[in-house]
T-cell receptor, first 116, second 112 residues
């Protein structure tokens, strides 16, 4: 699986937009990019997944440039409750079925702290 | 729809003992994966089961094993516990292997 690199930590304030960038230079053709969020003493929670260009859901947007060697998770108007660790994962994912048997390889993640 | 449940939530064992952790996936999910999380190593993949078969395994010693039952429930076992096995053990389920995974709250294992 492709290795990912993210900032160790980031700070923001309530109401701001937060962008967390992940580098994945060795991403393969069949790899998807997925972001998870984890609060202390809880399991990670799926945020968003994409393959190329831009993906948006009710909580975040994911921007992926044409070369797919990086991706940016965008959290609009963060609140204190968005303080968490955010993980970027790259790997072959059967997003809509398929027969890939993969494993999620988590990096160190980015600790996002939102201040009042 | 009920989420992934893990039992027990907390466990204290001593070195040399063995432990069995249980995971009940979301109804209809057939794939179950296990992860170990420690402050030093982060989240590490242990193994993945689908249709009662282990499909993938991480880099852990043979003391770590698991199984999946016909109802998709899964158990993991750690034998001859070591201090370094103290961790949060997370179970995740998905409809199929490597689909979006839904994590349980974890079992906090402390080895004394």
């Amino acid at each position: 699986l492709a290795k990912t690199t993210q900032p160790i930590s980031m700070d923001s304030y309530e109401g701001q937009e937060v962008n967390i960038t992940c580098s994945h230079n060795n991403i393969a053709t069949n790899d998807y990019i997925t972001w998870y969020q984890q609060f202390p003493s809880q399991g990670p929670r799926f945020i968003i997944q994409g393959y190329k260009t831009k993906v948006t859901n009710e909580v975040a947007s994911l921007f992926i440039p044409a070369d797919r060697k990086s991706s940016t998770l965008s959290l609009p108007r963060v609140s204190l409750s968005d303080t968490a660790v955010y993980y970027c994962l790259v790997g072959e994912i059967a997003a809509a079925g398929g027969t890939s048997y993969g494993k999620l390889t988590f990096g160190q993640g980015t600790i996002l702290t939102v201040h009042p | 729809k009920a989420g992934v449940t893990q039992t027990p939530r907390y466990l204290i064992k001593t070195r040399g003992q063995q432990v069995t952790l249980s995971c009940s996936p979301i109804s209809g999910h057939r794939s179950v994966s296990w992860y170990q999380q420690t402050p030093g190593q982060g989240l590490q993949f242990l193994f993945e089961y689908f249709s009662e078969t282990q499909r993938n395994k991480g880099n852990f010693p043979g003391r770590f094993s698991g199984r999946q039952f016909s109802n998709s429930r899964s158990e993991m076992n750690v034998s001859t516990l070591e201090l370094g096995d103290s961790a949060l053990y997370l179970c995740a389920s998905s409809l199929r292997p490597y689909n979006e995974q839904f994590f349980g709250p974890g079992t906090r294992l402390t080895v004394l």
